[in-house]
């Protein structure tokens, strides 16, 4: 009996020690393919630097890389100013208004008009008014009588005073502009921080299918050393299978990546503007640039002087003021010198001349609550432009706090996922070797394989999330980082 139990682990002993014999031969041939055929997954940290063949090209319109549009961040913004449409509306926007300036001062100039007509009366008409004086003798100019009468002339009109409501008419226009003129420049900043936000997604996209693809290729590798364990008798089938479904899971992965990348270039290049979107263009990274900003008391005070649509909501709130002050002036009388000089004649008579001048006034008596109504009106919309500047002034200050503590969160955020991907790397790495030597599970190296694409995932999107809320604080606060290279 005791001769058969140390037969039997014997034995086991003899089994188990094949095993590690196999296993560790196994391994020994493994890396000798891997080192004449394919990276290590430990030596490759560059994987996180992009080839020019894989940003911006699509699998079936390959081209050759000098054919790629590269453009860095400032060339995109610079390009997307010059051809945005949105951009151009707001520059229109201006340019109508300077029509209204001069419109709005041609009020306060004489209107000269001339006309001409021909009517013809049931009975004879005085082609002049009659006006007879006596004593009536041979030198007594009679009107002529005709029921056909043609008559030309010129009159004049110059406004003098209309209760303030010419030169108020003038600063209205003129602040207008002034306003679309800070929607322009707001235009501009949120096109701005709409373009760094694409520019970033990109980037942060790239890197994530990088990391997708080397993520795949350790799957594959993975699969195949389970695949061997698999014909030598050490691994059971169910390690393949769920190798295998880890592996379908990690293409799917980076498909739906590749498709977010491919969007958000058809994005970008709607936000630049271009007519053609079959162009294929590619983003040139850059590295991430330590920005200083303000605190958050000095941000507060930057934006509020330096907002453009703050600005022209307190601008919109004083063209209310003065329209107030318009529909109030309608009380008052408007005085204007009028004159008029022209002539008539009949059909078969010479042009009998007239002419008058002089200075008018008319004040309104009764107008059935017109301009109540309309004081009223302008009162309600100055109300509303109030509570619309305060809407924004409140805004404007969660806007600065958030940015604020966007940036002061993604840099915790940034230390962590680096130490997490540094632990992630090495976890992988003991994993891998602990089922190469049979001491591990094929799922330990799925599970930690997981891990390490969660952490750069992370990583990758702490690092957008860093960018954009830069950007965002710039927006936040009027200031445009851009200026000078766009410029140029």
């Not at 926007?93 to 007509?117: C, L």
Request: hydrophobic share 40%; glycine share 6%; aromatic share 8%.
């Amino acid at each position: 009996m005791k001769w058969q139990m140390k037969r039997n682990g014997t034995e086991i002993l003899i089994k188990k020690r094949m095993d590690l014999i196999i296993r560790i031969a196994v391994l020994i041939f493994l890396l000798i393919c891997t080192i004449h055929h394919t990276p290590s997954y430990a030596q490759e940290p560059s994987r996180h630097d992009l080839s020019a063949n894989q940003v911006g090209l699509s699998e079936d319109r390959p081209r050759a890389e000098k054919d790629v549009d590269k453009y860095t961040l400032s060339m995109l913004i610079k390009y997307a100013m010059k051809n945005n449409p949105r951009i151009r509306i707001a520059a229109k926007d201006i340019e109508a208004e300077i029509y209204g300036i001069d419109s709005a001062r041609a009020d306060r100039m004489p209107k000269i008009d001339g006309g001409s007509g021909i009517t013809r009366y049931r009975y004879d008409t005085p082609l002049t008014p009659i006006v007879i004086q006596p004593p009536i003798g041979p030198g007594t100019d009679f009107p002529l009588f005709r029921n056909t009468i043609w008559d030309a002339g010129i009159s004049f009109r110059l406004p003098l005073f209309r209760g303030g409501r010419l030169f108020r008419g003038v600063n209205v226009a003129e602040m207008k502009k002034t306003v679309v003129e800070d929607n322009y420049r707001m235009s501009k900043q949120e096109l701005v921080y709409n373009i760094s936000s694409v520019y970033h997604k990109i980037a942060q996209l790239e890197k994530l299918l990088l990391v997708n693809d080397a993520s795949v290729k350790q799957l594959e590798v993975h699969k195949g050393n389970v695949g061997i364990y698999l014909k030598t008798g050490v691994a059971p089938r169910l390690d393949l299978l769920k190798t295998d479904v880890e592996l379908s899971h990690a293409k799917e992965n980076r498909l739906i990546v590749k498709n977010s990348l491919a969007s958000a270039y058809e994005f970008l290049k709607n936000l630049m503007g271009m007519d053609d979107m079959d162009v294929i263009i590619s983003i040139v990274h850059e590295k991430p640039t330590d920005i200083s900003y303000t605190d958050l008391k000095e941000s507060m005070d930057t934006a509020l002087s330096r907002r453009p649509d703050y600005k022209a909501a307190a601008k919109k709130r004083l063209i209310s003021e003065e329209r107030v002050k318009i529909a109030e002036g309608r009380r008052l009388p408007d005085i204007f010198v009028a004159g008029q000089y022209g002539g008539t004649a009949g059909s078969d008579t010479g042009f009998r001349e007239n002419w008058y001048y002089g200075v008018k006034l008319t004040m309104p008596i009764m107008d059935g609550g017109s301009i109540r109504s309309e004081i009223n009106r302008e009162k309600v919309q100055l109300e509303k432009a109030r509570e619309e500047e305060r809407f924004l002034k409140l805004t404007i200050i969660r806007e600065v706090r958030d940015a604020h503590m966007s940036i002061a969160n993604v840099k915790e955020r940034i230390e962590v996922t680096q130490k997490a991907i540094e632990s992630a790397r090495e976890s992988l790495r003991v994993e891998l070797l602990k089922y190469d030597t049979g001491a591990g599970m094929s799922q330990d190296v799925i599970d930690a394989q997981t891990a390490l694409l969660r952490a750069e995932t992370d990583y990758y999107q702490a690092i957008f999330d860093r960018e954009t809320a830069v950007a965002y604080l710039s927006k936040a606060i009027g200031e445009d980082r851009y200026a000078v290279e766009v410029g140029k």
